[in-house]
């Protein structure tokens, strides 16, 4: 039965990505992220890939992923744009991500994110674009004995009419 639940779980992990061209992975590597999703509980979040979205699809074969990424960082004033993120939770983990928005080095704002476990944990946040500058999210775990940094995103907004 426990095999059984793992090859649904890598199943699950790379069904979807079969559209996206992958290397098959090592039989180390899949015995590697399956230990850690059934025995990783305590141990974090793994953020696998967050990007900026304008477009986050909600139906079909492309449900919950962005179907179109701001590449160059840049997004005009007002724009509404997301913050989309895949996270690899382990098993029976409940984590608390805090988003923290700052510019000029300074926090201007912040927005939490709860996750439960899955091998592909997909959610979005939307984001400030009310003032012009750059910005910086930073992710945050909050973990009962500390809190860790799991990854930052900078980006630009601006004035469109420039």
Same mark, same amino acid.
């Given at each position: 039965? +426990?095999?059984?639940?793992?090859?649904?779980?890598?199943?699950?992990?790379?069904?979807?990505?079969?559209?996206?061209?992958?290397?098959?992975?090592?039989?180390?590597?899949?015995?590697?992220?399956?230990?850690?999703?059934?025995?990783?509980?305590?141990?974090?979040?793994?953020?696998?890939?967050?990007?900026?979205?304008? !477009?986050?699809? +909600?139906?079909? !074969?492309?449900?919950?992923?962005?179907?179109?990424?701001?590449?160059?960082? +840049?997004?005009?004033?007002?724009?509404?744009?997301?913050?989309?993120?895949?996270?690899?939770?382990?098993?029976? !983990?409940?984590?608390?991500?805090?988003?923290?928005?700052?510019? +000029?080095?300074?926090?201007?704002?912040?927005?939490?994110?709860?996750?439960?476990?899955?091998?592909?944990?997909?959610?979005?946040?939307?984001?400030?674009?009310?003032?012009?500058?750059?910005?910086?999210?930073?992710?945050?775990?909050?973990? !009962?004995?500390?809190?860790?940094?799991?990854?930052?995103?900078?980006?630009?907004?601006?004035?469109?009419?420039?």
């Amino acid at each position: 039965m +426990k095999i059984i639940i793992r090859v649904l779980a890598v199943t699950s992990l790379c069904g979807s990505l079969t559209a996206i061209a992958q290397d098959k992975p090592t039989p180390e590597e899949t015995r590697k992220v399956i230990d850690y999703y059934y025995n990783g509980k305590g141990q974090g979040v793994i953020p696998m890939d967050f990007k900026l979205c304008k !477009e986050i699809s +909600k139906q079909g !074969e492309m449900k919950n992923e962005c179907i179109s990424e701001i590449t160059n960082k +840049k997004i005009a004033k007002g724009e509404e744009v997301y913050l989309w993120m895949n996270f690899l939770v382990p098993a029976g !983990e409940e984590s608390k991500i805090l988003l923290q928005y700052s510019r +000029k080095n300074k926090v201007r704002n912040t927005s939490n994110v709860s996750l439960g476990g899955a091998t592909r944990f997909r959610t979005w946040k939307k984001i400030p674009t009310s003032t012009t500058g750059d910005w910086k999210i930073s992710m945050i775990q909050e973990l !009962e004995s500390a809190d860790v940094d799991i990854g930052q995103m900078e980006f630009s907004v601006i004035d469109a009419s420039q």
